[in-house]
């Protein structure tokens, strides 16, 4: 048990503050988030020119895996560590971290080095999320949290999608380095922003750590990571390392349960999974992280080939699908605040997603982008009603305590739905362009997708190309359509517990006994 005085809720006593310096602190926090979100998917139009001046075209992939995996590893433990010590601090060192690693990243001389230096970066990003999330959780009661939350999920969106733009643009007029050196004059804002405006974070007395779940819990993440990002390009789905790997994760995580029973202040406490709004939501995230991360991977790849757009175009055509997601995240935000009411946007949110996923199943070589433009927008704002959302509903339901490793927790799963949505579209593609045009061809097709490679080809090959890898890639869209749909079907199994009016919180869905609740105090430094 925890080592803290037990109190209650109504003992808590945050301070008040104004609308004003809410909006400041909400700033640093959505400079913090910018600088992760940003470089999820920032470096990846900088890619070919990083390697033709460093070389290692082999390890090529593992410039955004090693930001991925140290990023999806250290996100759960910040969000533990963020409810045992206090999250403004450590919000402060993962800026620090993330810092050091864009500055080392842009003087990387070597593969190796830039490597190296993006798993530093992931270390940092893995608690700007979730931890910008859990203090303004702290600092807003739920009422009035859908609003700035509807803000934080325009950004992510935007920013996911606007990375490659981004990194395309500085990489052309500057240098890929200018990729990782535009996040200091971001990051050093924010530092200043938390340093001065942000109040010190609850904390417990004695926390106990948990050291032997911590040390699980990386281990089956970076099982987890590998396993959805290797299998299918690094290595073949039944290979030995991609089998090991998957039998690596599920032993971990079983060994992980049984770790998190026993120990007195989990990473990942159990019992979070005993509440319906948490299950609901991860699952409903796991989902959006799928249909999110496979739609930004593989609209480009339906407009630059069957629509014939360049590369730089494929990226602006997408600005659809953000400004859909911007503006349903905004708006959503902004009634949920109004009426205090958030289950049926991600009811409404997810049917609409299902809906633009099945009309993109539809589309074909006479599908025109206009048309295109249509289910992209809808896509854009079935994503952005639930994407925050799930988070608002879980960080309702839980207890002060455990706000940050539910957060973390949610997220984590959004991510991960990324990774094997990506992993497992990717491969379901290149098994059926394969299987129309017959491995040699398909495989000799994965670097012949660009409008110029095509056009070299005689015309009827051209057509016959495109046709099937038009029927290929909209099939992917297809089989997507029944994941959303389940999705669809869990939002209505959601809870609406009545969003607060104040930032206290009382007992929670799923709770431990009251005696393993610890203290918490809330000051500004």
């Given at each position: 048990?925890?080592?803290?005085?037990?109190?209650?809720?109504?003992?808590?006593?945050?301070?008040?503050?104004?609308?004003?310096?809410?909006?400041?602190?909400?700033?640093?926090?959505?400079?913090?988030?910018?600088?992760?979100a940003l470089d999820q998917t920032i470096v990846a139009t900088a890619l070919p020119t990083i390697t033709g001046e460093?070389?290692?075209?082999?390890?090529?992939?593992?410039?955004?895996?090693?930001?991925?995996?140290?990023?999806?590893?250290?996100?759960?433990?910040?969000?533990?560590?963020?409810?045992?010590?206090?999250?403004?601090?450590?919000?402060?060192?993962?800026?620090?971290?993330?810092?050091?690693?864009?500055?080392?990243?842009?003087?990387?001389?070597?593969?190796?080095?830039?490597?190296?230096?993006?798993?530093?970066?992931?270390?940092?990003?893995?608690?700007?999320?979730?931890?910008?999330?859990?203090?303004?959780?702290?600092?807003?009661?739920?009422?009035?949290?859908?609003?700035?939350?509807?803000?934080?999920?325009?950004?992510?969106?935007?920013?996911?999608?606007?990375?490659?733009?981004?990194?395309?643009?500085?990489?052309?007029?500057?240098?890929?380095?200018?990729?990782?050196?535009?996040?200091i004059p971001i990051g050093l804002a924010a530092l200043v922003v938390v340093a001065l405006k942000v109040p010190a974070?609850?904390?417990?007395?004695?926390?106990?750590?948990?050291?032997?779940?911590?040390?699980?819990?990386?281990?089956?993440?970076?099982?987890?990571?590998?396993?959805?990002?290797?299998?299918?390009?690094?290595?073949?789905?039944?290979?030995?390392?991609?089998?090991?790997?998957?039998?690596?994760?599920?032993?971990?995580?079983?060994?992980?349960?049984?770790?998190?029973?026993?120990?007195?202040?989990?990473?990942?406490?159990?019992?979070?999974?005993?509440?319906?709004?948490?299950?609901?939501?991860?699952?409903?995230?796991?989902?959006?992280?799928?249909?999110?991360?496979?739609?930004?991977?593989?609209?480009?790849?339906?407009?630059?080939?069957?629509?014939?757009?360049?590369?730089?175009?494929?990226?602006?055509?997408?600005?659809?699908?953000?400004?859909?997601?911007?503006?349903?995240?905004?708006?959503?935000?902004?009634?949920?605040?109004?009426?205090?009411?958030?289950?049926?946007?991600?009811?409404?949110?997810?049917?609409?997603?299902?809906?633009?996923?099945?009309?993109?199943?539809?589309?074909?070589?006479?599908?025109?982008?206009?048309v295109v433009t249509v289910y992209m927008v809808a896509l854009g704002v079935g994503i952005g009603l639930c994407l925050?959302?799930?988070?608002?509903?879980?960080?309702?339901?839980?207890?002060?305590?455990?706000?940050?490793?539910?957060?973390?927790?949610?997220?984590?799963?959004?991510?991960?739905?990324?990774?094997?949505?990506?992993?497992?579209?990717?491969?379901?593609?290149?098994?059926?362009?394969?299987?129309?045009?017959?491995?040699?061809?398909?495989?000799?097709?994965?670097?012949?997708?660009?409008?110029?490679?095509?056009?070299?080809?005689?015309?009827?090959?051209?057509?016959?190309?495109?046709?099937?890898?038009?029927?290929?890639?909209?099939?992917?869209?297809?089989?997507?359509?029944?994941?959303?749909?389940?999705?669809?079907?869990?939002?209505?199994?959601?809870?609406?517990?009545?969003?607060?009016?104040?930032?206290?919180?009382?007992?929670?869905?799923?709770?431990?006994?009251?005696?393993?609740?610890?203290?918490?105090?809330?000051?500004?430094?």
């Amino acid at each position: 048990m925890s080592t803290s005085d037990p109190v209650t809720p109504d003992q808590t006593q945050p301070p008040t503050l104004s609308h004003r310096q809410i909006l400041v602190i909400f700033s640093g926090l959505m400079m913090g988030m910018l600088l992760a979100a940003l470089d999820q998917t920032i470096v990846a139009t900088a890619l070919p020119t990083i390697t033709g001046e460093l070389g290692g075209l082999n390890h090529l992939s593992w410039v955004v895996t090693s930001y991925l995996l140290a990023s999806s590893v250290s996100t759960p433990l910040y969000g533990k560590a963020g409810d045992l010590f206090g999250r403004k601090r450590l919000f402060q060192f993962a800026i620090v971290v993330f810092l050091v690693g864009s500055v080392l990243s842009g003087i990387a001389q070597s593969m190796t080095q830039l490597i190296l230096f993006r798993a530093v970066q992931g270390l940092g990003a893995g608690g700007l999320i979730v931890l910008a999330l859990a203090i303004i959780a702290e600092v807003v009661s739920p009422r009035e949290r859908g609003r700035y939350q509807g803000y934080f999920g325009a950004l992510f969106g935007a920013s996911s999608i606007g990375g490659p733009l981004l990194g395309g643009f500085l990489t052309d007029q500057a240098s890929w380095r200018w990729v990782f050196y535009v996040n200091i004059p971001i990051g050093l804002a924010a530092l200043v922003v938390v340093a001065l405006k942000v109040p010190a974070s609850p904390r417990h007395g004695n926390p106990s750590i948990d050291y032997l779940g911590s040390v699980v819990l990386t281990a089956a993440v970076t099982s987890v990571v590998l396993f959805t990002t290797w299998g299918g390009t690094e290595y073949a789905w039944g290979s030995p390392t991609v089998i090991g790997l998957a039998v690596a994760s599920l032993v971990l995580l079983a060994v992980l349960i049984v770790v998190e029973r026993r120990v007195v202040d989990p990473v990942l406490p159990v019992h979070l999974f005993r509440g319906r709004t948490f299950n609901i939501s991860s699952a409903v995230s796991f989902v959006l992280g799928v249909a999110m991360y496979g739609a930004i991977a593989f609209l480009p790849l339906f407009l630059q080939v069957v629509n014939g757009a360049s590369a730089t175009n494929s990226g602006l055509l997408l600005v659809p699908l953000m400004l859909g997601l911007i503006g349903a995240s905004m708006i959503s935000g902004a009634v949920i605040s109004r009426t205090g009411r958030y289950k049926i946007f991600p009811v409404a949110g997810s049917a609409i997603a299902a809906v633009a996923l099945f009309m993109m199943s539809t589309m074909g070589t006479d599908t025109g982008r206009s048309v295109v433009t249509v289910y992209m927008v809808a896509l854009g704002v079935g994503i952005g009603l639930c994407l925050q959302t799930m988070i608002l509903a879980v960080q309702n339901a839980v207890q002060l305590a455990e706000l940050g490793v539910a957060t973390s927790a949610v997220s984590f799963f959004r991510s991960m739905g990324g990774s094997v949505g990506v992993a497992l579209f990717g491969a379901l593609f290149n098994n059926l362009l394969a299987r129309k045009l017959g491995p040699e061809a398909a495989a000799g097709g994965r670097s012949s997708f660009t409008p110029a490679a095509l056009a070299q080809l005689p015309e009827a090959d051209r057509v016959r190309f495109i046709a099937n890898f038009a029927d290929s890639l909209t099939t992917v869209f297809l089989y997507a359509t029944p994941l959303m749909a389940l999705a669809f079907l869990l939002t209505w199994l959601m809870h609406e517990v009545p969003l607060r009016d104040s930032v206290e919180h009382g007992p929670a869905e799923g709770a431990a006994p009251a005696a393993e609740s610890g203290g918490q105090s809330l000051a500004f430094d």
